[in-house]
C-alpha cells in the first residue's frame, strides 16, 4: 500500500548515458514533484507538473525532462548525464486543494 | 524569491529530554505555509508539522509542537522527551499561498544520544 514510489532506488551509470527514473502515487493527488537532494543534504525543487501546468525551475538544464503518462505517474528523463547529476532525486505528489506533499523514497543516482 | 535558513547544522540531545531546531524564512507574503520534515537514515522524507500563516495558534503533533513569529519570520521546532528515533535530518520548509513549490532550508542534524 505504498503512497508514492521510485524507480529504481540505486541508480549507477556512466557519464554520457541517458536514464529514466519512474515514479507512481495511488492517493489519487493531481500534482507531482522532482526534487534534488545534493551530497551536502540541500534540497531543491526541480518541477511540479498537474494535467494542467508544467512548472520548471529554471536553474534546471534541460537535459533534464519530466514525462507524464497519466495522473498517477511522473517519470524523470536525463540526457546526457554528468557528474553533478549525482544526487537523490526524490518524486512528491499532493493534492491541489490540500498542502502536504508526500515523498517518495528517493533514488540515488551516482555517475561514473 | 522566499529564502528559508537553518542556522543550526547539527545538534544533540539527551534521551527524554527537550530540544528546539530554529528556522527563519524571508518572504513578502502574508499568507503561507511551513513546514517541518524529517528525514531519518533511510532518507525517507516524513512530514512531522505544517502551520497555516494565517493561524496564530502554534501547530502540536504529539511531543513536536512549533513556536511560530509571524513578525519575526521565525519557525522553531520543539521536540519534547527525544527518542533516539528521533535521530534524523530535518527540514524546515516553505510553501507559498499561490504556489505548490517546497523551498527548503538546509536540514539540521539531530542526534538523540542515550
Known sequence: ?112 | AQTVTQSQPEMSVQEAETVTLSCTYDTSESNYYLFWYKQPPSRQMILVIRQEAYKQQNATENRFSVNFQKAAKSFSLKISDSQLGDTAMYFCAFRNNAGNMLTFGGGTRLMVKP
Open chain 1, 1 to 112: 500500500d505504498t503512497a508514492v514510489s521510485q524507480t529504481p532506488k540505486y541508480l549507477v551509470t556512466q557519464m554520457g548515458n541517458d536514464k529514466s527514473i519512474k515514479c507512481e502515487q495511488n492517493l489519487g493527488h493531481d500534482t507531482m514533484y522532482w526534487y534534488k537532494q545534493d551530497s551536502k543534504k540541500f534540497l531543491k525543487i526541480m518541477f511540479s507538473y498537474n494535467n494542467k501546468e508544467l512548472i520548471i525551475n529554471e536553474t534546471v538544464p534541460n537535459r533534464f525532462s519530466p514525462k507524464s503518462p497519466d495522473k498517477a505517474h511522473l517519470n524523470l528523463h536525463i540526457n546526457s548525464l554528468e557528474l553533478g547529476d549525482s544526487a537523490v532525486y526524490f518524486c512528491a505528489s499532493s493534492q491541489a486543494t490540500y498542502n502536504e506533499q508526500f515523498f517518495g523514497p528517493g533514488t540515488r543516482l551516482t555517475v561514473l
